[in-house]
């Protein structure tokens, strides 16, 4: 079982191919309302709803077993159980390790019998935990007034704007109608799928660069050094296979900037608060939250089975092997990936406010 947290604390456990897998969170205060409704908003999200995603069909069939009564917390720990329907293993017979997954290491560490199971524990099937138990944090944060936005803001070598106090003052509006593809723009998003589908007809696949805005995180959240805020988001962040880099505000773009360009003055605004004019530094100084909106990216890397010819290895016989994996398998996986960015973004906000919080109860 996997465990992160400090006081709410999240579990997973099962893999791509059991018969079913199971989230528990621990220390939701009772009387919170969770709705259903929500969860399956965020999994359809999931979904392949494109040529280019997967043609795998799970009905992600889930039940909570406990900590949810009538959409309401009870105190308990929720436990929630999700269902596989594709259970069965590589018929192929072979010990292929498929380039850039993660066979290898996890027969490395495990042992051969689990390379029949798929990707196992490191499966992107896995994520449906993550988009459910995501939906339940982004659910009680915003009861807080924090909520958690995301957009394909890159594919290939194409890209749109980043956010910015203008696209984000309404971004609902501002941000393209269709959930399963989010872009700023419609006709950003019109360019991805136009190229995204010719990547599928080359049986190749495609990486994105995901940026991500949390919203409405008043100052003063996080801790210098171990604790930072980019350090607990960057480690949910890692969490989520596929996923290979991180920056927050300007990131790496800071190698091509003067200090002079990279500055965030302080102004008093008209409601006498402090802000900053600009956001280089994403909403965190030293590892704390300075009120400004949170905004990082993520790299999402191209989805290793294509349906080229590949060459490796057979792991028992030691024999170069070349194949072609006709699988169902996804030709682009950014606009899926997201549900489970913005949840676990949501889980890293959460638990600062709920150990803070009972930090500063234990201090009085």
Same mark, same amino acid.
């Given at each position: 079982?996997?465990?992160?947290?400090?006081?709410?604390?999240?579990?997973?456990?099962?893999?791509?191919?059991?018969?079913?897998?199971?989230?528990?969170?621990?220390?939701?205060?009772?009387?919170?309302?969770?709705?259903?409704?929500?969860?399956?908003?965020?999994?359809?999200?999931?979904?392949?709803?494109?040529?280019?995603?997967?043609?795998?069909?799970?009905?992600?069939?889930?039940?909570?077993?406990?900590?949810?009564?009538?959409?309401?917390?009870?105190?308990?720990?929720?436990?929630?159980?999700?269902?596989?329907?594709?259970?069965?293993?590589?018929?192929?017979?072979?010990?292929?390790?498929?380039?850039?997954?993660?066979?290898?290491?996890?027969?490395?560490?495990?042992?051969?019998?689990?390379?029949?199971?798929?990707?196992?524990?490191?499966?992107?099937?896995?994520?449906?935990?993550?988009?459910? *138990? %995501? /939906? &339940?944090? #982004?659910?009680? =944060? @915003?009861?807080?007034?924090?909520?958690?936005? !995301?957009?394909?803001?890159?594919? $290939?070598?194409?890209?749109?704007?980043?956010?910015?106090?203008?696209?984000?003052?309404?971004?609902?509006?501002?941000?393209?109608?269709?959930?399963?593809?989010?872009?700023?723009?419609?006709?950003?998003?019109?360019?991805?799928?136009?190229?995204?589908?010719?990547?599928?007809?080359?049986?190749?696949? *495609? %990486? /994105? &660069?995901? #940026?991500?805005? =949390? @919203?409405?995180?008043?100052?003063?959240?996080? !801790?210098?050094?171990?604790?930072? $805020?980019?350090?607990?988001?960057?480690?949910?962040?890692?969490?989520?296979?596929?996923?290979?880099?991180?920056?927050?505000?300007?990131?790496?773009?800071?190698?091509?900037?003067?200090?002079?360009?990279?500055?965030?003055?302080?102004?008093?605004?008209?409601?006498?608060?402090?802000?900053?004019?600009?956001?280089?530094?994403?909403?965190?100084?030293?590892?704390?939250?300075?009120?400004?909106?949170?905004?990082?990216?993520?790299?999402?890397?191209?989805?290793?089975?294509?349906?080229?010819?590949?060459?490796?290895?057979?792991?028992?016989?030691?024999?170069?092997?070349?194949?072609?994996?006709?699988?169902?398998?996804?030709?682009?996986?950014?606009?899926?990936?997201?549900?489970?960015?913005?949840?676990?973004?949501?889980?890293?906000?959460?638990?600062?406010?709920?150990?803070?919080?009972?930090?500063?109860?234990?201090?009085?």
């Amino acid at each position: 079982m996997n465990t992160f947290g400090k006081k709410i604390l999240f579990s997973i456990y099962g893999e791509s191919r059991s018969p079913k897998m199971t989230l528990v969170i621990e220390g939701i205060n009772p009387g919170t309302k969770i709705s259903k409704t929500s969860i399956d908003t965020e999994l359809e999200k999931r979904k392949g709803h494109f040529c280019f995603n997967t043609e795998r069909k799970e009905k992600d069939n889930y039940e909570i077993e406990s900590g949810i009564v009538n959409e309401i917390t009870d105190g308990k720990d929720i436990v929630i159980n999700v269902y596989n329907n594709k259970t069965q293993r590589d018929p192929n017979g072979d010990y292929f390790l498929r380039p850039s997954h993660s066979d290898f290491s996890r027969i490395e560490k495990y042992g051969i019998d689990n390379f029949t199971k798929g990707g196992g524990s490191s499966s992107g099937r896995m994520t449906v935990l993550l988009t459910i *138990a %995501g /939906s &339940i944090f #982004e659910q009680i =944060i @915003l009861q807080q007034g924090i909520t958690v936005v !995301s957009h394909v803001q890159s594919v $290939l070598d194409l890209s749109e704007e980043r956010f910015n106090d203008n696209n984000l003052a309404n971004y609902e509006e501002k941000m393209s109608k269709d959930g399963f593809f989010p872009t700023i723009t419609n006709s950003f998003r019109d360019e991805c799928i136009k190229r995204l589908e010719k990547i599928k007809q080359e049986k190749d696949s *495609a %990486g /994105s &660069i995901i #940026e991500t805005a =949390i @919203l409405g995180v008043n100052s003063g959240l996080g !801790s210098p050094f171990f604790d930072s $805020l980019e350090s607990v988001i960057s480690h949910l962040m890692f969490s989520i296979p596929a996923i290979k880099g991180i920056d927050f505000g300007d990131g790496f773009g800071y190698a091509r900037e003067k200090g002079s360009q990279a500055k965030d003055e302080f102004e008093v605004d008209n409601f006498g608060q402090i802000r900053t004019k600009a956001n280089h530094n994403g909403g965190i100084n030293g590892g704390i939250s300075n009120g400004a909106p949170i905004i990082f990216r993520t790299v999402v890397k191209p989805a290793p089975t294509i349906g080229q010819p590949l060459t490796s290895i057979d792991y028992v016989s030691k024999k170069t092997i070349t194949k072609t994996i006709d699988g169902q398998n996804d030709s682009f996986i950014g606009n899926r990936i997201i549900p489970s960015i913005d949840g676990m973004a949501a889980y890293a906000v959460l638990d600062l406010l709920y150990t803070e919080a009972r930090e500063n109860y234990e201090k009085q």
